[in-house]
């Protein structure tokens, strides 16, 4: 079993829908927890970061966490075109031995 | 300033050169990484370095050799890769420990084994 487990997908949306990405992790030691956005060719772009269970938001960006479940997911409001992009969650214990999902590919059509 | 800057954008060469990759980070940061991310897969963890020391190594082989010459300054040095090792090689820093610790990523030198 992997500690991070993602849904690859891909996943396509139309402009406006609410994406809904989830990770679930097996790793208790996990205490630290972000999202990543990557453009095809480009470096990870840290969208959230939390390391409490509950709920967080940034604009159109809600980042949910329930430790007891050992899942995690984004939300993308009113998701437009230039949200396509794969989407990294990232997790980490009290080191700096940060693991990744697999990834989610996202496109958003017009 | 949040940006971690990575030299060169790419790189080509053989099995038999010398090469380097560079990055700098100017936020201060203590803790910086590097990353191997093959097509359409998550980045994979291959050094940390804390506090210019090597706290990380994730098992990787001796012809890839990190350096730290100072906070802002990490290395990596590649001698007899083979194509395989072809990959984007991402850097990332980070405050050290603790809360607010989350990594910065540069654009990643997109290397190429011939």
């Known amino acids: 079993q992997k500690e991070v487990e993602q849904d690859p997908g891909p996943l396509s949306v139309p402009e406006g829908a609410i994406v809904s990405l989830n990770c679930t992790y097996s790793n208790s030691a996990f205490q630290y927890f972000m999202w990543y956005r990557q453009y095809s060719r480009k470096g990870p772009e840290l969208l959230m970061y939390?390391?409490?269970?509950g709920n967080k938001e940034d604009g159109r960006f809600t980042a949910q966490v329930d430790k007891s479940s050992k899942y995690i997911s984004l939300f993308i409001r009113d998701s437009q075109p230039s949200d396509s992009a794969t989407y990294l969650c990232a997790m980490r214990g009290i080191y700096n031995d940060m693991r990744f999902g697999a990834g989610t590919r996202l496109t958003v059509k017009p | 300033d949040t940006e971690v800057t990575q030299t060169p954008k790419h790189l080509v060469m053989g099995m038999t050169n010398k090469k380097s990759l560079k990055c700098e980070q100017h936020m201060g940061h203590r803790a910086m990484y590097w990353y191997k991310q093959k097509a359409k897969k998550p980045p994979e963890l291959m050094f940390v370095y804390s506090y210019e020391k090597l706290s990380i190594n994730e098992s990787v082989p001796s012809r890839f050799s990190p350096e730290c010459p100072n906070s802002s300054l990490l290395n990596l040095h590649l001698h007899a890769l083979q194509p395989e090792d072809s990959a984007l090689y991402l850097c990332?820093?980070?405050?050290?420990?603790?809360?607010?610790?989350?990594?910065?990523f540069g654009p990643g030198t997109r290397l190429t084994v011939l």
């Open positions: 939390t390391y409490s269970s």
């Open positions: 990332a820093s980070s405050w050290t420990s603790g809360k607010g610790n989350e990594q910065f």
